[in-house]
């Protein structure tokens, strides 16, 4: 299981914190990646972690950081600079074996969800 936190109401120009708890499996024996949706778009990549290898989205390079803490089996998103663009529902998600990682961006290699978390930046 899979559970976020974090989303929350923030001006553009502020930050929030994501947090991915996982549960029934260690999270670094797996790429975990983080996805968004706004209303009407598709789900989009927006960044991945394997081991200690990170990939992020070109909209959200240098603004964003991914990072895990393995003790507490949870990978955060650190979110600054937050632009009114931003804005979606944003969800942690576990690579499956197949993943090739050119293709971290596509929903399709990922095997569990988390159930989102709503992410608002006002302009």
């Known amino acids: 299981q899979l559970v976020e936190s974090g989303g929350g109401l923030v001006q553009a120009g502020g930050s929030l914190r994501l947090s991915c708890a996982a549960s029934?499996?260690?999270?670094?024996?797996?790429?975990i990646g983080w996805f968004r949706q706004a209303p009407g778009k598709e789900r989009e990549g927006v960044s991945y972690?394997?081991?200690?290898?990170?990939f992020y989205t070109d909209s959200v390079k240098g603004r964003f950081t991914i990072s895990r803490d393995n003790a507490a089996n949870t990978v955060y998103l650190q979110m600054n600079s937050l632009k009114p663009e931003d804005t979606a529902v944003y969800y942690c998600a576990r690579a499956t074996s197949r993943l090739i990682l050119s293709s971290w961006r596509a929903p399709v290699n990922y095997d569990y969800w988390g159930q989102g978390t709503l992410v608002t930046v006002s302009s």
């Open positions: 972690i394997l081991v200690s290898r990170k």
């Open positions: 029934g499996f260690a999270l670094d024996d797996y790429g």
